[in-house]
């Protein structure tokens, strides 16, 4: 009886230790998702800013 009891206690901490480490891994790729989503946006704000500046550097600029 004892042997059987902690037969199931040694499997339900292995389940336990094998879900923490799948919950792991899934934060983690979000976070590396959430990071790539991030500098997209950056880069496409960044891309437009440049646009803007460069039309505004013509508009500015004295004539010759």
Not at 16 to 38: F, K, L, P, V, W
Not at 42 to 48: A, F, G, I, V, W
Request: aromatic share 4%.
């Amino acid at each position: 009886m004892a042997l059987t009891v902690g037969l199931i206690q040694a499997g339900v901490v292995g389940w336990g230790i094998r879900y923490m480490i799948r919950m792991s891994e899934r934060r983690e790729q979000q976070h590396a998702d959430r990071h790539d989503e991030t500098l997209r946006a950056l880069d496409q704000q960044h891309t437009s800013t440049m646009r803007a500046l460069e039309a505004l550097i013509e508009r500015t600029a004295p004539s010759r």
